[in-house]
Structure formats: C-alpha cells, structure tokens
C-alpha cells in the first residue's frame, strides 16, 4: 500500500483551520503593474496568498507563454508591499531554482507536468532537502495512480508538507466544463490519505467565470480543504484564460455566498453520497449520449451501404457478453438484461429514423 509522510500544509499565521484556504491570483504574471494593482486589491478583500504563473505551458505555441523570472520579482515585491504568500508553478529543475532564489512561498505542479513522471522527478530531485509546501494538480488524464505516484516522488526527495488540487480532467466533450471534474477521483485520493488536502481550481474545470461559485460550492460539500482561483484587476483584457478569472471584488462576493457545512453533523456523510450519486450520474448520462452518437454513425452507415438496422447476431453478442461483464462487476443478469435492452432497442429507434430519413 502507498504511504505519504505527510505534515500540515501550515504557513505561519496562514493554516488549514482557516477553511477554505484561498490561493488567488491571476492566471499569468503579465507587467508589474498588473501583479502589482491585483495583489493589493486581493489583499484588500482579505485574501493572504498569492497567485500568478510565471511560466505558461500553452497547449498550443504562440500564446503568451509566461514573463520568465524577470516576474518572480514582482512576486518578491507583493509579499514585502502586501504581506502576502505568493505561489506559482514549475515544470523544471530550472523554474524550482529560480522560484526559490526569489522566496516564493508554495510551489504547484501544472496538470500537464503531472502527466510527466520524468518532470515530475526532475522536480522531485530539484527540491531535495528544501521544505517548501507543494500542491500537486491532478494529471489531465483521470488516473489516480499517475496522481499519486507524483505525490511519492516528491515525498520520497523529502517533501513533506503537501496537498492537491482538483482542476477537471481533458475531455473531447467541452459542452459545459472546459475540464471535466471528476469529483470520485480527489474523493478516493481523500480516502486513501485522510491528512493530505485537497483543493479545488473551478477556473480551470468550468473555464468560464459563471461557474466558479457553483464548483466552489461542490468542493466545500465535499469537504475540500481549500480553493485556487484565478482573478485579475481586470479579467477581460487577460493575457492568457480571460474568461475564467474574476475580478478581486467578484472573488470576495463569491467566498462569502459560500455556504460551509458542520464537518461534525452526522447527516453529512448522506450529503456526501449524494453528491456521489449526482456525479455518477452526470457521467452515465454523457456515456448514454455519447453511444448515442456513435450508434447514429452506425445508422448513417448502414444507410449508406444498404445494411439492415437489426443484426441479431450482433445483438445476441453484446447481450451475452455484457450480462457475463456486468455479472462480473457485482451487476444481475437480469438488471443488465432490462438496461441492455431498453438501450438496444432506443439504437434501433434511432437508426429507424436515419434510415427513414
Ligand atoms: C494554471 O493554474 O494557470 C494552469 C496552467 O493550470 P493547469 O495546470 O491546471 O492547466
Ligand atoms: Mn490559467
């Protein structure tokens, strides 16, 4: 079994007893003005640290990569001029020695880097012998292994005072989320290690500043110890996630509609696995589209080539092979007849009236 040694993310005056712990900031360092006007007006609404990315790993080239190290003495100035903890990421040995020639306060690793065991490593040797608190983002991919071996690597190069961040995971269906959360996952990483805290970056799941406050109100449901949030003095004229930053003042609104529920009450853990229920729920239903979909395609084709909609041995098939699937996961023969066949048969519905078309 995997075991993290682990101390309380505390830093000074600013620990977990405070719920939640807020990290804001913007997305992106872009001038010292811009650090600078950001940083007091957070600090004016009350928040205590600091956010803002010094180097950007752009999905694509061309964007605004980030302002380097020249930005980390912005980041020195915030903390001497606003008392306040500052934070960025780093994806290489080179950002963690830089980052610390300059005292920032917390380190988080990057959804992309966490996908890297080699970074990861890199990073983990870099930080050997330093005591500096990591926040770890999950990996763009939903693997909570991947997720936790980033964890032990920095544990075993000595970090203890660690902590993650829940920030959505990539998907090819962007209806709603820009990353799909996940919640089950930072859920079981909590199971399986009750000390390690879990914060949660609604900029980046919902991509849009319209649903921080709700995602915000998820995490405090599920007991997530803190939140980064991005936020901007003035979020439209961003260099890099305009839409999903919110302005220091909007920010303040949103922390205090939050509503924080006695951790004590007994009906909590019901709230909990409601909240479960609603996300697997969420999940199957994209699922049930999603084959949908693809089941149209299927009728599109058939169409095309002439094929008759109903193939019974194909159908026999999956039903068997199914059932045997579902058995094996603890599912009845007979519920799985009744799912399967009511899906089979609205397939057949579908591909009816492509065909009629
Ligand atoms: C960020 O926090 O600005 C960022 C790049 O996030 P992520 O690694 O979650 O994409
Ligand atoms: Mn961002």
Redesign the pocket.
């Known amino acids: 079994m995997d075991t993290l040694d682990l101390l309380p993310l505390e830093l000074e005056n600013v620990g977990l007893a405070e719920r939640p712990m807020v990290i804001a900031g913007p997305?992106s360092a872009e001038t010292e003005e811009q650090v600078m006007q950001t940083a007091h007006e957070l600090a004016a609404q009350g928040l205590k640290i600091f956010r803002a990315?010094i180097w950007?790993?752009r999905t694509k080239p061309g964007g605004f990569e980030g302002i380097g190290s020249e930005g980390l003495a912005w980041l020195k100035r915030v903390k001497k001029e606003t008392g306040m903890f500052t934070a960025t990421?780093v994806a290489t040995a080179h950002h963690v020695y830089e980052a610390l020639k300059y005292g920032v306060d917390i380190l988080w690793i990057?959804?992309?880097t966490t996908a890297n065991p080699f970074a990861v490593q890199e990073i983990a040797d870099a930080l050997k012998g330093v005591d500096i608190p990591v926040l770890v983002?999950n990996p763009v991919n939903p693997d909570l292994e991947l997720w936790i071996g980033a964890l032990l690597r920095l544990n075993r190069a000595g970090i203890k005072r660690l902590g993650v961040i829940h920030?959505g995971f990539s998907s090819y269906d962007k209806k709603i989320y820009r990353n799909l959360p996940q919640w089950h996952l930072p859920v079981e990483m909590k199971r399986r290690f009750p000390q390690l805290p879990i914060f949660c970056?609604p900029s980046?799941i919902g991509g849009k500043r319209d649903l921080i406050q709700s995602l915000s109100q998820q995490a405090m449901d599920l007991q997530f110890e803190g939140l980064i949030v991005e936020s901007h003095c003035n979020p439209d004229c961003a260099w890099s996630?305009a839409s999903q930053q919110v302005t220091p003042e909007s920010l303040r609104a949103i922390l205090d509609s939050l509503i924080l529920r006695d951790m004590k009450q007994s009906t909590e853990s019901l709230e909990d696995l409601r909240k479960q229920i609603d996300e697997l729920d969420t999940q199957l239903l994209e699922v049930l589209a999603r084959r949908m979909r693809v089941s149209d395609e299927i009728g599109l084709y058939k169409k095309e080539h002439n094929i008759s909609i109903l193939q019974t041995t194909r159908y026999d098939e999956i039903l068997e092979k199914r059932c045997l699937m579902g058995e094996q996961m603890g599912l009845s023969a007979a519920f799985m007849k009744v799912v399967l066949e009511a899906i089979h048969s609205e397939s057949v519905h579908r591909q009816m009236q492509i065909m009629n078309k």
């Open positions: 997305c990315g950007k790993p990421e990057g959804a992309r983002k920030r970056d980046h996630d």
